[in-house]
């Protein structure tokens, strides 16, 4: 999916003239925060910021405004737009301009917050809103080529998975749960949602709620093709199981895959055998030797449609 830009400035200006704001100040995003809407939100002290894009973009000025406690709003624009999906929101330019204008209403979301421990020994801080994982999860978002995401979406993703099962690909990971005693597990992927629900309905996280003041955490460590097969079932039913209360009710009554098992925290620390790719929100940060994940309830202002 992508935004067409002539489509949401004119949006935009009806919006403006409508509801009758200034005129926006536009700004164009960088792959990597560098400021410059920081910048321009110290200059111009916005009441809200419209950020067009996908989940990688959103999370990217989420980076670098959310300590300014500006309200902002969404228009989704990219390969999953994840965030969108768990807001309720859909891809109609229009009616989200008109959300963020005038007809939505706001949501406190939560943060989430990582401090990254490279191989180098230098450590950098980020946020992420929708997920972060370790492993086979990163690998998938740093092998695997943007042109082939646009074309294809989630399908550019089934080569790199075929590859990591059949070659059994594992790492030690040393943790510790809310200041609990330490524990080791080896496992393909580590995975830490303040989001549950994937592209096509698909539930990775399903006690995961965006507002609940905590991190869901699942661990990927089957092995071998039938304990795959068990974990892709059990994630394809619980993305229809998801969508009705009774059916809510049944994955919360369904005891978990001993090999796809699920905790909820607020902080999480991670060290692991050797470096790691890591992802946030779907773009690669290179790779750790460490992390420490913690949540800031209700740190973000969220434009959404009003129930």
């Known amino acids: 999916m992508s935004i067409d830009l002539a489509s949401l400035r004119s949006a935009v200006t009806a919006e403006e003239e409508r509801s009758g704001w200034l005129p926006s100040i536009w700004v164009e995003t960088a792959v990597r925060s560098d400021g410059r809407v920081a910048r321009a939100v110290r200059d111009h002290q916005p009441a809200l910021v419209l950020i067009a894009g996908g989940d990688g973009t959103i999370r990217s000025v989420v980076d670098e ?28 330019t229009e009616l989200a301009v008109r959300d963020a204008f005038s007809t939505g209403a706001t949501r406190a979301i939560d943060v989430g917050r990582i401090r990254l421990d490279h191989p180098d020994g230098h450590s950098q801080t980020r946020v992420f809103l929708v997920m972060t994982g370790v492993g086979l999860d990163a690998r998938m978002a740093s092998d695997t080529s943007s042109a082939l995401k646009k074309r294809v979406g989630w399908l550019a993703y089934v080569e790199p998975i075929s590859r990591s099962v059949l070659r059994g690909e594992r790492f030690l990971m040393r943790y510790r749960v809310d200041g609990d005693r330490e524990r080791s597990v080896h496992a393909h992927t580590v995975i830490v949602g303040n989001c549950g629900t994937l592209t096509g309905g698909m539930v990775l996280l399903p006690a995961a709620v965006v507002d609940d003041g905590l991190l869901d955490v699942v661990l990927f460590r089957p092995r071998g093709f039938w304990q795959w097969l068990r974990v892709g079932t059990r994630l394809g039913i619980g993305g229809l199981l998801h969508r009705t209360r009774r059916g809510r009710a049944v994955l919360r009554a369904t005891a978990d895959l001993h090999v796809l098992p699920y905790v909820q925290a607020a902080t999480l620390t991670a060290r692991f055998d050797r470096p790691e790719s890591i992802e946030l929100d779907g773009d690669s940060f290179g790779t750790v030797l460490g992390v420490t994940v913690s949540v800031h309830p209700g740190a973000l202002h969220v434009r959404v449609p009003r129930v």
């Open 65 to 92: 405004i959310h300590p300014s406690a500006v309200p902002v709003a969404l228009v989704p624009g990219g390969t999953g737009n994840l965030l969108a999906r768990n807001l309720g929101l859909v891809g109609d």
